[in-house]
């Protein structure tokens, strides 16, 4: 095959016929190890009979469809459409009874857990119920074993990197677990591999966006803002000189990535960020800069990782904070400024330490579990957590203070008043699991999971909290976790990240080069080695919330099939002229769904200014009797230490009279 040859692929070229390791088919619907055990389960109230504990349960090992998969929504919609109450059996009671119930197994509820057993003493019993098949909530690890190596990726959560630096609760929480991000990061992270290759970034002009095909380097720079030295200048001139754009839209990205205009004249930096806060970075760009439209196509897509929405949903303030380029001549002050987003705001002030764990955030979830239930998790230090696996069949034992209960949808959570005269209370918590309800009571509750979904589970709660609470819409989004037998492709092309405006596939990168304990990541292009592909499903035009619903539905309503065929096409269409052969070398593929993605973080350009403590997600987590409402959704943004903040201060309510 060559390049002439792409217009129109057969499922053969393309290798979708290759038995590799993806999604198994049964009558159409998926077949997870999860899902597949599930079935077992039903109809049985016996502990040893759940998923969790068959030999061989290890969900970071499966591929196909994960994050959202197949199992773990289908009740939380039930109850949403409210079908499934109609359908449902009576809860039946068990015999158990806990100090805390925890629901939500992401690290928001873990870091629960843990800060609960602080406060109330290593006996605490704790029950932590998840309605996904694996604990992590977006913190998921995906596994592979490539050429006879392991091999791992994020499933969701990337790295430690936030926008504000880890608050005292949360790098406390680190410091436990024995992470130590600086530290780590010298040590394990090779962030000169790929460099010294002979790698650097790539630019993916598609043909449907862009009219020709192409895939270029880019000039240095372009990932991170623009400098502004003739050097850049004149690499600029190179890359937009091969670019498949027309001449008035090179002549003004070279002007806004290299000249240092003031486009807003007369004005002070702060009378300028007060107006870029209220304008769109495409309306900057079309309005103010007053480029050719070619150029806000070639950044539209720069913003999705982000926030997930393209430009034209993003401020240009906030685009400014991100180091997108046209703002060198303004002369703004540094730092950050009112109405920005909490991630602009944070970046505008540095971030925090950074580093990333092979599997992402993963590995944070795994040592605290480790640090919850011994022997669950073997191991003891921050770099054998890595390869360790997980022993799913300690998690739930009986006798043992905490247990984490996975495949359990929670389905309705209300205070139960034991003594009417002492309002001495308790929570009673019911879930399904396979086809039966279950019903546990606890002293008190944690709600860790998805706030807009609160309301379905507590209906109890007062209106205008449900109100709230249903106001903060996650952000969808899909990374895709792509097995390749070897990147000779990326090698001869010179690439180890594609940028891709206009494709699919926002972003296309080669795995993260980090050795930890023992695990190693491939050096030699010869190697087998994971890619990492991200998509932020969105209807730019829309305001934000809307576009993050419309990409929701899309996520829904595609199968892993389409995912797969977009993967080896793009990866065809971008590599072709490296030797890249999608039937041959792509060896598996795991796509991570998250229709829930990010937590809502609010957007100056759509949501009003609220009064001191009427934020939807300050009205929204209010504590409810014996009931506190943890997750980064409580903060109204999407950040591990953030969910471990509001884990402690939703445990801190429970604490308080
Ligand atoms: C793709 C992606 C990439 C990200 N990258 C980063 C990053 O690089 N750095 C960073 O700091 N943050 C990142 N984030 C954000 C970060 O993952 C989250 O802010 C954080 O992990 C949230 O943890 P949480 O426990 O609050 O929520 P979640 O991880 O969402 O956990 C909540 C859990 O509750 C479960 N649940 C929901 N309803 C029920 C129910 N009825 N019954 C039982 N269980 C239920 C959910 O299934 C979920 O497992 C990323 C998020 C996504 C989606």
Same mark, same amino acid.
């Given at each position: ?28 619907? %998926? ?6 055990? +599930?079935?077992?389960?039903? *109809? ?9 504990n068959?030999?061989?349960y ?5 591929s ?26 009576a ?8 100090d ?45 074993h ?15 990197d ?16 024995g992470?130590d ?21 790539? @630019?993916?002009f598609?043909?449907? &966006? ?13 990932e ?5 030295s003739?050097?850049?200048?004149? #690499?600029?001139?190179e ?15 070279l ?10 004249? =007369? ?6 960020? %007060? ?7 495409k309306?900057? +760009?079309?309005?103010? %800069?007053k480029v050719d ?15 997930? /929405? ?6 240009a +303030? ?5 180091? +997108? ?7 703004l002050?540094? *730092?950050?400024?009112p109405?920005?987003?909490y ?7 540095g ?7 092979p ?19 073997? =191991?003891?230090? @921050?770099?054998?957590? /890595? ?10 034992t ?8 996975l495949?359990c949808?929670?389905?309705? /959570? #209300?205070? @139960?008043?034991?003594?009417?005269t002492?309002? @001495? =209370? ?12 279950f ?24 209106e ?45 990168n ?12 491939p ?6 080695i ?28 595609t199968?892993f099939e ?5 993967i ?19 060896e598996?593929? &795991? ?5 829930? =993605? ?13 009064a ?10 209010k504590?409810f ?13 999407a ?19």
């Amino acid at each position: 095959m060559n390049a002439k040859d792409l217009r129109s692929l057969s499922d053969q070229q393309l290798g979708m016929d290759r038995e590799i390791p993806r999604r198994d088919f049964l009558n159409g619907a %998926a077949m997870t190890i999860g899902s597949a055990l +599930l079935a077992n389960s039903i *109809g049985t109230n016996n502990r040893s009979d759940e998923p969790q504990n068959h030999a061989g349960y290890n969900p970071p090992v499966t591929s196909g469809l994960r994050g959202s998969h197949a199992g773990s929504f289908e009740i939380a919609h039930g109850l949403r459409d409210g079908t499934f109450w109609k359908n449902a059996p009576a809860p039946r009671a068990l015999a158990e009874k806990y100090d805390l119930i925890v629901v939500g197994g992401g690290i928001s509820g873990l870091a629960a857990a843990h800060f609960y057993r602080e406060r109330a003493g290593a006996k605490a019993s704790i029950l932590i119920l998840e309605n996904h098949d694996d604990f992590g909530g977006h913190a998921k690890r995906n596994e592979f074993h490539l050429g006879g190596k392991l091999q791992l990726l994020n499933g969701g959560t990337m790295l430690i990197d936030s926008p504000t630096p880890y608050s005292a609760v949360a790098a406390g929480l680190m410091k436990r677990l024995g992470i130590d991000p600086v530290a780590l990061d010298k040590k394990c992270t090779d962030h000169a591999l790929y460099r010294s290759l002979g790698l650097g970034s790539g @630019v993916f002009f598609d043909r449907e &966006t862009f009219g020709v095909e192409r895939l270029l380097r880019s000039p240095r720079g372009l990932e991170e803002g623009s400098a502004e030295s003739p050097e850049t200048e004149s #690499r600029w001139k190179e890359f937009l000189a091969q670019a498949p754009l027309t001449d008035a839209v090179r002549r003004d990205i070279l002007r806004i990535e290299t000249q240092n205009v003031d486009y807003l004249p =007369g004005l002070s930096s702060a009378e300028k960020k %007060a107006r870029l806060c209220r304008i769109s970075y495409k309306d900057f +760009l079309l309005q103010i %800069a007053k480029v050719d439209p070619g150029v806000a196509t070639f950044y539209q897509t720069r913003t999705n990782g982000e926030w997930g /929405v393209g430009i034209d949903g993003e401020p240009a +303030l906030d685009c400014w904070a991100l180091g +997108l380029p046209g703002f060198q001549g303004l002369k703004l002050d540094p *730092g950050s400024a009112p109405h920005m987003s909490y991630t602009a705001a944070g970046y505008a002030r540095g971030g925090s330490d950074r580093f990333h764990f092979p599997d992402g955030n993963a590995s944070i979830a795994r040592l605290l579990v480790r640090d919850l239930i011994p022997g669950a998790v073997p =191991g003891n230090s @921050v770099e054998d957590v /890595v390869t360790a696996s997980a022993n799913y069949a300690r998690l739930d034992t009986p006798g043992s203070a905490i247990r984490i209960r996975l495949n359990c949808s929670v389905v309705r /959570v #209300r205070n @139960v008043a034991l003594d009417a005269t002492n309002g @001495v =209370g308790e929570v009673e918590v019911a879930y399904a699991t396979g086809k039966d309800v279950f019903q546990v009571r606890g002293s008190a509750c944690v709600l860790a999971c998805w706030n807009m979904a609160i309301p379905y589970l507590c209906p109890d709660l007062p209106e205008k909290q449900k109100e709230a609470l249903h106001y903060l819409v996650k952000v969808p989004l899909v990374y895709a976790s792509v097995g390749l037998r070897n990147w000779k492709a990326f090698r001869k092309l010179g690439i180890s990240n594609i940028y891709c405006p206009g494709a699919y596939w926002n972003a296309v990168n080669l795995n993260w080069a980090v050795n930890i304990g023992e695990y190693r990541s491939p050096r030699s292009p010869e190697e087998p080695i994971l890619v990492h592909l991200s998509r932020t499903p969105c209807k730019p035009g829309l305001p934000a919330r809307e576009q993050h619903k419309a990409g929701r539905m899309e996520l829904l309503v595609t199968p892993f099939e389409i995912f797969e065929r977009k993967i080896r096409d793009q990866l065809v269409h971008m590599l072709i002229e490296g030797g890249f052969d999608a039937a041959r070398d792509v060896e598996a593929i &795991t796509v991570n769904r998250w229709p829930h =993605g990010y937590g809502y973080e609010y957007n100056p350009l759509f949501d009003p200014d609220w009064a001191e403590g009427e934020a939807p997600h300050m009205v929204g987590r209010k504590r409810f009797g014996q009931i506190a409402i943890a997750n980064s959704d409580s903060a109204a943004t999407a950040y591990t230490d953030v969910a471990i903040d509001q884990a402690h201060r939703a445990v801190g309510e429970l604490f308080s009279s």
